[in-house]
């Protein structure tokens, strides 16, 4: 027989297994305190049954900032770039991951007033969380030589993930991490789609914006053992670096980041008081312009829905960047520059569509030249006696004598007017004007 077990020793060794049980099963934040209708109790705006499961949840936690709101931005970019069905295969959920009450009351309201639509079809759902589901949040460990307040405030994100993902894990098959300060591309539905579909290698995580914790999606069923995971490190390190040893773990020993990507980070200003961070990414296409035409001051307008990221100025601006519409383009849709004063031109050339979206370009349209306008208050002024120029080809245009055209007049506008209904939404890359300089211009050049 086996000699009788010392009773001290037998209940320190229990001791230690419910210890060391405890540490695997609650590592900061006890999960099996969630009641069961714990999600019920979480929505602050929720206006269907979550029973039947989605392909997507977006997950978006935002706080309160010091310096101007991003979430609504951002919401209104992912609303304007889905496409009507699509709207119906994804859940949108932002958490508002702030204590202030006044703050969470503030931000629902304007949900509710902006993106009334989608609430009623149950696509967005606003949260919020108790206090007592955090853990300590001072007096923590310092780790990375960071301050005090970095090191709270990053603990309190890990466990805002983490809480975002516990919530989310029952809506859809997969989620897919956002913040709260970015945009997104037309057509980044069915490029999530079609990179899930036709990945070969085993994977835990995709990502589709190279940045921190930007553009990651998971398979809803992993992102259970991820909280777990984030919340074990809550005070040790940003998710981003979790995500990656959560990765390895799950024998993803690589990177698969998704090129071009397709989502920009445009905050500037983080919700760490005080920090900035001008973040860019470098497979984000930033599409340069290359005609370098004159471009005197102008205004753009169009009758093609947009979001604000992609709006009229980019394709006339110096800088980099396009017009993309979040509708296809239909006949008599019109895309107009109204120059501050009237110009004499020279050449004109306006190129559509990218290399990732050929068929985003404007396949039928014409191009008029008004010589004349009047305006009629704040917005769009009229522009009339219409002047045709031409037609676009394969996407383009490019008109280089316009004096042969028009003679030696003025144009007040230039508009672009779509002839056939197109299936695509539209993308103008690149519009260049070129001026008529004075004969003496190149004299006067030479003498300076």
Not at 60 to 84: A, D, M, W
Not at 216 to 231: G, N, T
Not at 421 to 433: D, F, G, K, S
Request: aromatic share 12%; hydrophobic share 35%.
């Amino acid at each position: 027989m086996w000699p009788k077990e010392d009773s001290t020793i037998s209940e320190t060794y229990e001791q230690r297994q419910i210890s060391y049980q405890d540490f695997l099963n609650k590592p900061s934040a006890d999960l099996t305190t969630l009641r069961s209708n714990w999600r019920a109790d979480a929505c602050i705006i929720q206006n269907a049954s979550t029973t039947k499961k989605r392909y997507l949840t977006i997950g978006i936690p935002t706080v309160k900032r010091e310096k101007g709101e991003y979430i609504l931005n951002t919401i209104q970019s992912i609303v304007n770039c889905t496409r009507n069905e699509e709207l119906r295969k994804i859940y949108i959920v932002v958490f508002l991951a702030d204590f202030d009450d006044a703050w969470k009351a503030d931000i629902s309201r304007h949900l509710r007033e902006k993106f009334g639509d989608i609430i009623s079809i149950g696509t967005l759902h606003v949260i919020q969380a108790w206090e007592s589901f955090y853990p300590p949040l001072d007096n923590l460990k310092h780790t990375y030589i960071d301050p005090e307040t970095k090191t709270k405030w990053r603990a309190k994100q890990n466990v805002d993930y983490a809480f975002l993902f516990l919530y989310s894990q029952v809506l859809a098959t997969y989620y897919i991490q956002m913040e709260d300060d970015v945009y997104t591309v037309p057509g980044y539905f069915k490029i999530i789609k079609d990179y899930i579909n036709n990945f070969r290698e085993r994977w835990v995580c995709l990502e589709f914006s190279e940045l921190g914790f930007i553009g990651k999606l998971y398979r809803s069923e992993d992102i259970e053992k991820f909280a777990e995971m984030v919340l074990l490190f809550y005070a040790q390190q940003p998710c981003d670096i979790t995500d990656l040893s959560f990765n390895t773990q799950m024998l993803q020993f690589k990177r698969h980041i998704r090129r071009p990507t397709i989502f920009e980070h445009v905050g500037y200003h983080s919700s760490l008081p005080g920090k900035i961070q001008p973040l860019k990414d470098r497979f984000f296409p930033a599409h340069p312009k290359t005609l370098k035409g004159d471009n005197p001051p102008a205004k753009l307008y169009t009758s093609l829905s947009f979001d604000g990221y992609f709006n009229p100025d980019k394709p006339y601006n110096k800088e980099d960047g396009i017009f993309w519409s979040s509708k296809n383009g239909r006949a008599n849709d019109w895309f107009t520059v109204v120059f501050d004063e009237p110009q004499l031109l020279s050449e004109i050339v306006i190129h559509t569509g990218i290399k990732t979206n050929l068929d985003d370009k404007i396949h039928h349209a014409k191009l008029e030249a008004s010589l004349a306008s009047s305006s009629t208050g704040p917005g769009k002024p009229i522009c009339s006696k219409n002047k045709h120029l031409g037609y676009f080809e394969d996407g383009d245009i490019q008109i280089t004598e316009v004096q042969s055209l028009i003679g030696q007049q003025k144009i007040h506008c230039l508009n672009i007017i779509i002839t056939n209904t197109q299936q695509n939404w539209v993308i103008v890359r690149e519009i260049a004007v070129f001026t008529v300089r004075p004969k003496n211009q190149k004299d006067v050049l030479i003498l300076a």
